[in-house]
């Protein structure tokens, strides 16, 4: 069975300038999660995205978004790139319970020069 | 506000060493706690869920115990080898979040030979 894998595994953009980021989930999984990992503050949660839908939101600001299309692929999209952006973009599968395992993709490494 | 912390920040130990990781977490309403294992660079690997009602899980030389009304867990290591070096993360689900994970900052081990 296929990991959860994402695309690109590594960007180099500017300041001002747009990304996106791709995940593919685990076979048959519908829910889809998002997080920033940097060294100053850890892991932190984006969004997650089950059944198209989002169902649950974190504390970044509006330049950051993300959809789900029906084979439950999802897509991340930054906008206005900062140098605080600058991190390791890591997605997780499920099936969507909150019970379930979460695995993860080896994730994007974004930089922002 | 689910908080979780984990101590000690940074672990270095010989070969052969059993090792205790603790991870404690400030809202006992939770569905889950899962630990992690994160190479450098490298996403995250599911080492062990344990649900709300259950008290420990094994996998190999691993142990994970939970003790949901006092805001605990440990995550035990046997014989541990230099293989096991890597950053190891602990993660809640709360009752109201969906699939969201709230993480710990992680501890570092380093298993010397």
């Known amino acids: 069975k296929a990991g959860v894998t994402q695309t690109p595994r590594y960007l180099i953009k500017t300041r001002g300038q747009q990304v996106t980021l791709s995940c593919s989930p685990i076979?048959?999984?519908?829910?889809v999660s998002w997080y920033q990992q940097t060294p100053g503050q850890g892991l932190q949660f984006l969004f997650e995205?089950?059944?198209?839908?989002?169902?649950n939101k974190g504390n970044f600001p509006g330049r950051f978004s993300g959809r789900q299309f029906s084979n439950s692929r999802s897509e991340m999209n930054v906008s206005t790139l900062e140098l605080g952006d600058s991190a390791l973009y890591l997605c997780?599968?499920?099936?969507?319970?909150?019970?379930?395992?979460?695995?993860f993709g080896p994730g994007t490494r974004l930089t922002v020069l | 506000k689910q908080e979780v912390t984990q101590i000690p920040a940074a672990l270095s130990v010989p070969e052969g060493e059993n090792l205790v990781l603790n991870c404690s977490f400030t809202?006992?309403?939770?569905?889950?706690l899962q630990w992690f294992r994160q190479d450098p660079g490298k996403g995250l690997t599911s080492l062990l869920l344990?649900?709300?009602?259950?008290r420990e899980q094994t996998s190999g030389r691993l142990n994970a115990s939970l003790d949901k009304s006092s805001g605990r867990s440990t995550l035990y290591i046997a014989a541990s080898q230099p293989g096991d070096s890597a950053t190891y993360l602990c993660?809640?689900?709360?009752?109201?979040?969906?699939?969201?994970?709230?993480f710990g900052e992680g501890t570092q081990l380093t298993v010397n030979p």
């Open positions: 997780a599968s499920n099936r969507g319970g909150s019970t379930d395992t979460q695995y």
């Open positions: 076979s048959g999984h519908r829910s």
């Open positions: 995205y089950f059944s198209e839908t989002q169902r």
């Open positions: 809202d006992s309403a939770i569905y889950n």
């Open positions: 344990i649900q709300s009602s259950q």
């Open positions: 993660a809640v689900i709360r009752e109201t979040s969906g699939s969201r994970l709230t």
